[in-house]
C-alpha cells in the first residue's frame, strides 16, 4: 500500500546541515500579546526536536488568524517565540519578514541543529490562493520540504502545498504521520467492531462524514441537535430543538440506508431555555413537550452509548453530545468522553476529531486518556469525508 514518506524516512544525510522547511500550525490563540494556549505548539514540538537533533536547520512556517493578506501587527507571530523556545526547549530564533532577502539570508545563516521562525504567511499575497511565484519564493528559504500542518493540510495554500512543487524532499511530520494514521487506519483497517459517535449542532456540516462512515462502521451513534432533525424526521415532537427543516427529508433517507446501524437518543435532557439549567429534565423522546427544547441526550442514553463503546474495539467520536458548555447540559459529553478513556485503557483505539468535541475532552482533562484527539477540526472532517487532503497529497509517496 502507497503512503507519504515522512521525516523517519529522511537518510541523515537529507537533513544534517540541511535547511529543513518546516510549516507547522502555530495558529495558536493570543491574549494581551502572549500565547494563551500552547497545545498546537507542543503538537509540532516532537518533529522539531527530532530535525534538529539530526543536525538539520530547522526554518519554521506557519499562519495565525486571519489577516488579509497584507501586514497586520495583531496577527505577528512574533508572541510565538517565547513560549515556542519554552515547549521545544531550544531556543527559537526570529525573522520579522517571511520570504524577502533578509529572511533567505536568515535562513543560510543558521548552523545544524538552530531554529528560525518566520513572519506569518498569510501577510503575504498569494498564499492563500496558491500563487506560484510565492510558492516558488518559498522553497528557496530551504533545501527539504516537511509537512506538518495537519490543521491547515485541507488549504491548498502555497505554504501548505505549493512550495512542494518546488522543494523535494517532501514529507510528513511526525504530527501529520500520527493523524494520518490514526484517522486512515480508522477507516481502512478498523478493529471491530468499529462505532462512530456523531453529535454537534448541526447534521448538515456533517452529512458527508455520515455518508462517507456509514458503509465502514458496526454502529453509528447519534447525539447532539442532530438528533432532534432525525426525530423530526420519524415524525416527532421536537419542541423548541435546533431543527433542520431542509435536512429532514435527507435525516429520514439516511435512516432507511443505515437500518440498524444507526443508533438514535432514546430520551432527551429537556429544558424550557438553555439559560435554565436548573429546569432540565429527562423525557422519553417521544415526550419532547412542545414548549421545551433538547440540549442534551438522556441518562437512559448516556448508559447505552456507554455500553456500545465499552464493547467496541474501534470509537471514533465527532461533535458534542449537547450544549456542554453550560453546565447541567454537559453530562452526554462526559459520559462519551469518561468511556472512551476507560476503553482505551483496555486496548480499544479511542479517537476524537472536531474542534468543540477536542475542547470538551481537553477540559475534561481526559486528552491524554485518548489515544489520538486530531488537532485539527476541519482537515479531520474532510479526511473522514473521504476527500483528498492538499497538504498531503503534495508530499512523496512510498511503497508499490
Ligand atoms: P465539532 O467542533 O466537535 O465538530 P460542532 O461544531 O459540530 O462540533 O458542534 C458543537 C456545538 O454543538 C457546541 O457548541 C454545542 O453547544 C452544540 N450542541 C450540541 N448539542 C446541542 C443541542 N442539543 N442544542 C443546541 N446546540 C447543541
Ligand atoms: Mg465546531
Known amino acids: 500500500m ?16 540541511k535547511r529543513v522547511l518546516v510549516r507547522v500550525d502555530f495558529n495558536v490563540p493570543l491574549a494581551d500579546g502572549r500565547v494563551a494556549d500552547v497545545t498546537r505548539i507542543a503538537a509540532a514540538a516532537p518533529t522539531i526536536r527530532h530535525l534538529a537533533a539530526m543536525g538539520g536547520r530547522v526554518v519554521l512556517l506557519s499562519h495565525l488568524g486571519r489577516p488579509k493578506a497584507k501586514v497586520e501587527p495583531k496577527y505577528s507571530l512574533a508572541p510565538v517565540v517565547e513560549a515556542a523556545t519554552r515547549v521545544i526547549g531550544l531556543p527559537v530564533q526570529w525573522c520579522g519578514t517571511t520570504v524577502d532577502a533578509a529572511a533567505v539570508e536568515a535562513t543560510r545563516r543558521l548552523k545544524d541543529g538552530e531554529v528560525l521562525l518566520l513572519e506569518n504567511t498569510r501577510f503575504l499575497p498569494g498564499e492563500e490562493t496558491n500563487d506560484d511565484g510565492l510558492a516558488s519564493a518559498l522553497a528557496a528559504l530551504g533545501d527539504v520540504y516537511v509537512n506538518d500542518a495537519f490543521g491547515a493540510a485541507h488549504r491548498a495554500h502555497a505554504s501548505t502545498a505549493g512550495v512542494a512543487k518546488h522543494l523535494r524532499p517532501a514529507v510528513a511530520g511526525l504530527l501529520m504521520q500520527k493523524e494520518l494514521d490514526y484517522l ?21 456540516g456533517k452529512i458527508d462524514v455520515i455518508e462517507a462512515l456509514l458503509p465502514k ?14 426525530f423530526k424526521a420519524m415524525g416527532l415532537e421536537t419542541g423548541n430543538s435546533l431543527v433542520e427543516p431542509e435536512r429532514v427529508a435527507l435525516a429520514k433517507e439516511l435512516m432507511d440506508r443505515a437500518g440498524f446501524r444507526l443508533t438514535l437518543p432514546h430520551d432527551a435532557l429537556v429544558a424550557p431555555a438553555i439559560d ?18 433538547m440540549y442534551d441526550i438522556g441518562p437512559e442514553s448516556c448508559a447505552s452509548y456507554a455500553r456500545a463503546i465499552a464493547a467496541a474495539q474501534t ?12 453546565p447541567g447540559f454537559d453530562a452526554g459529553t462526559g459520559t462519551v468522553a469518561r468511556a472512551m478513556a476507560e476503553a482505551t485503557k483496555r486496548g480499544a483505539t479511542t ?9 470538551a475532552v481537553e477540559q475534561a482533562g481526559l486528552a491524554a486518556s485518548m489515544s489520538h484527539v486530531s488537532t485539527g477540526g476541519g482537515a479531520s472532517l474532510e479526511f473522514l469525508e473521504g476527500k483528498a487532503l492538499s497538504g498531503v497529497e503534495c508530499l512523496d509517496q512510498v511503497g508499490a
Not at 435554565?276 to 421545551?292: L, N, S, Y
Request: glycine share 14%.
Open 351 to 359: 479517537i476524537v476529531g472536531g474542534g468543540d468535541s477536542a475542547a
Open 276 to 293: 435554565q439549567p436548573g429546569q432540565a429534565r429527562a423525557v422519553k423522546r417521544d415526550a419532547i413537550p412542545a414548549t421545551a427544547a
Open 184 to 204: 486512515g487506519g480508522a477507516l481502512d483497517k478498523p478493529k471491530r467492531p468499529f462505532i462512530a459517535i456523531l453529535g454537534g449542532s448541526k447534521i448538515s
Open 2 to 17: 502507497k503512503r507519504r514518506r515522512t521525516i523517519q524516512d529522511l537518510r541523515d544525510a537529507e537533513v544534517r546541515a
Open 315 to 326: 470509537v471514533l467520536w465527532n461533535g458534542p453530545m449537547g450544549v456542554f458548555e453550560t
Open 217 to 230: 462502521v458496526d454502529g453509528l451513534l447519534i447525539g447532539g441537535a442532530m438528533a432532534c432533525t432525525f
